[in-house]
């Protein structure tokens, strides 16, 4: 079910996904998410950079060719990708009977003018804009008052594997979650981590100590799977096929720990 707002999250929601985009918390924790829901719970999933760009916004070269790749049609304004991700979202949460919540914090293609991010190495694996401090900051305060709201309830956040500015962002604010003592599981952000060495890489860069947890999510991997694939336009974008996506997510949830028949995601917990 969609929310509309945060005063619509009430104490059912025990468990919290931050999501900063429409695809990253089922990319990365469908199988959790599938056992969540088998087990009667009600998971919710944040997504932080869900707002619609103005009709009027001038995109970038490098924002403009993004959209192309995922299918965007350029007549209809730069709001139309947004448009397309959210009813891929909305399909692919309906499908695992999570709550969503759309935040509407334009996505890092969307900010700044002139853009502050201009190419592909500025977007992943660069340093958040000094301007976006106000983003962390305000996302920061109305998460901690929601966690004075719901004392009880787990965090799931993005590591920041791969350094996707907004990731770093949404993972900012998330330590202040868990500084504040809050239960927060950093989970690892598909399909970044799939590159050799970025997750020690963010680990080294945090400066902290974590320890894994497991979950065991075997009998939802077909779920996690089914639900990846309605988000075709970034399926395109950043697997090529449904083919792809499939072998993909399998073989990494069986890498984890190669057991037999045995699939697993993994979240890391600060020490």
């Not at 931050?18 to 088998?38: E, I, K, R």
């Not at 340093?127 to 719901?150: C, F, K, M, W, Y």
């Not at 996506?245 to 917990?269: F, K």
Request: aromatic residues 10%.
């Amino acid at each position: 079910m969609q929310l509309t707002s945060f005063n619509d999250i009430t104490t059912t929601h025990r468990h919290i996904f931050l999501s900063p985009h429409f695809d990253d918390a089922v990319y990365s924790c469908g199988g959790t998410l599938g056992v969540q829901v088998s087990c009667g719970l009600r998971p919710l999933v944040i997504t932080i950079f869900g707002g619609i760009p103005s009709a009027n916004l001038q995109l970038s070269s490098f924002a403009q060719r993004v959209q192309q790749e995922t299918g965007a049609d350029p007549t209809k304004g730069p709001g139309n990708a947004v448009e397309i991700r959210r009813k891929e979202d909305a399909a692919a949460l309906d499908y695992l009977e999570v709550d969503y919540l759309w935040l509407d914090y334009l996505d890092a293609l969307y900010r700044g003018f002139p853009a502050y991010y201009t190419d592909r190495n500025q977007l992943i694996g660069g340093n958040v804009h000094p301007s976006d401090g106000t983003i962390d900051r305000q996302l920061a305060a109305d998460l901690l008052a929601l966690q004075e709201r719901l004392p009880d309830a787990a965090w799931y956040a993005p590591l920041g594997i791969g350094r996707h500015v907004d990731h770093q962002i949404v993972c900012s604010a998330a330590d202040r979650l868990a500084q504040r003592g809050a239960k927060v599981y950093y989970y690892e952000e598909f399909p970044y981590i799939l590159q050799n060495g970025t997750l020690d890489a963010r680990k080294q860069e945090l400066g902290m100590p974590f320890e894994p947890t497991l979950v065991e999510m075997s009998e939802m991997l077909p779920i996690r799977i089914a639900a990846a694939k309605m988000y075709p336009s970034q399926v395109i974008a950043n697997f090529g096929s449904n083919e792809a996506i499939h072998r993909s997510i399998t073989d990494y949830t069986h890498n984890i720990r190669p057991v037999e028949t045995v699939h697993l995601e993994r979240y890391w917990i600060p020490r």
